[in-house]
């Protein structure tokens, strides 16, 4: 493994080169094949110079690929609570991010994912590995039946994103967030809980 | 009105005139206030020969938005028979557009709205106008509720769009079409007739 003794800690060209490579490496080969070891070899730093800046390989990835919130944080307000009104939870925190500054970030995803294949991958792999696995430690959800449902409530969300927020369909571009819980929160559920009779 | 005799009927450009008049036309002031006389002056044409090019006001505004398919064709095989069943049928018939070779034309339009404010307003003119409209006339539903309705199921439909074709998460990715009509079939139909609750 190389490294350039030019590039100092701290430096923003260093930053910018690990997380050049985490993204080339994370859309490439997926989260769980891309290594903090390969990425830092391809960025010609040494690996622990990657998890001084970036932590963990989570954090590597949310910051990789400019996540507007870390799922560890908002997850576990959505998971806790009664079961039977996770849906409602889902999507009253949804809006929440999305209607707060996050938002802004979130919408550029959109927008980044909807026309450049590695961002798509991206997106993919911060859903499966960031999200539903989260899901997954939290409710009572047979483990085959995750990514289907899973899938359905990332329609949905993603769905009510793109309606509210990029072609502002009106009243969902402009209702109140508790409209949206009470008439989408029920999908959601049905779609993490419900029988989905296939 | 002025009129340029070198614009023969026929010629490609003049086509692309009246295409690009009505593009901004509708965007800018919406299907319903952009007149065929308005969209002919601004493409210096005869408002006949836009008649005779795209035929009605609903047949341009198509053309204009390069719609991948004609509501009116798809529309009423939706919503013809029992009325249970009318989200079922929706999420069959728009599957069945997306996996044809239209479905290349609505991505190209899904991505165009996502970076595009114009595209955007013209995929809402689309629904609203389009699709909406002619949904109350074959259904049984509130006016005053068909906003939020059509909305909902917009939320739905596109981000299965998103899901199945841009990000591509599996298994909605590659699922059955009839894995997708029994899951989210019952949320379009509750969206459409079912109660809201809010």
New interface residues.
Partial sequence: MRRRTGRRPGNPDTRAAILEAARAAFAERGFDAASIRSIAAAAQVDPALVHHYFGSKDQLFLAAMEAPVDPREVLPKVLTGDRERVGERLVRTFLGVWDSPAGAAGLAL??S???NEWT?RL??EF??TQVLRRVLDHLDIDPAEL??RG??V???????A???Y????????S?APE?LV???G??VQ??LTGD???
Same sequence: chains 1, 2.
């Avoid at 990332?154 to 009510?160: D, F, I, N, P, R």
């Avoid at 990029?166 to 571009?173: D, N, Q, T, W």
């Fill in positions: 959109l927008r994912a909807v026309s798509a997106v993919r859903l499966t990514p289907l899938s359905l990332a329609s949905q969300l993603v769905g009510l793109m309606m509210r990029v072609v502002r369909l009106e009243p969902v571009a209702a409209t009470a008439t989408i029920p999908t049905r779609y989905l009779s296939t």
